[in-house]
Nanobody
């Protein structure tokens, strides 16, 4: 059974940094897209970044490009999201998700993913 444990969220001032972790179990990181998504209060869940476990290809939403970095440690079955230059509008619950990348048309689409973590809260405030 696929399981995820997200960690690393917290309260940070604008301009600060946080590094989220998504520890996976129940499967090996092969042929999957692992995505980070976020949901702010009153808003729909949106894709932030994803990485292909097959070749390491990554992509980012325009709102975070240049500030966030997604990476993967296959030996630890863990995916990370380094978030820099954080803004108040980055405040949300952040989720990691995974599914077979070979069947995906759009890895930023939440409906492409069947497996989700429980989320970790990120709050950016002074």
């Amino acid at each position: 059974q696929l399981q995820f444990v997200e960690s690393g969220g917290g309260l940070v001032r604008p301009g600060g940094s946080l590094k989220l972790s998504c520890a996976t179990s129940g499967f090996t990181l092969d042929h999957y897209a692992i995505g980070w998504f976020r949901q702010a209060p009153g808003k729909e869940r949106e894709g932030v970044a994803y990485i292909s476990s097959s070749d390491g290809t990554a992509d980012y939403a325009g709102s975070v490009k240049g500030r966030f970095i997604i990476s993967m440690d296959k030996a630890k079955n863990t995916v990370y999201l380094q978030m820099n230059s954080l803004k108040p509008e980055d405040t949300a619950i952040y989720y990691c998700a995974a599914d077979n990348i070979a069947t995906m048309e759009n890895p930023f689409n939440i409906y492409e993913y069947d497996y989700w973590g429980q989320g970790t809260q990120v709050t950016v405030s002074s």
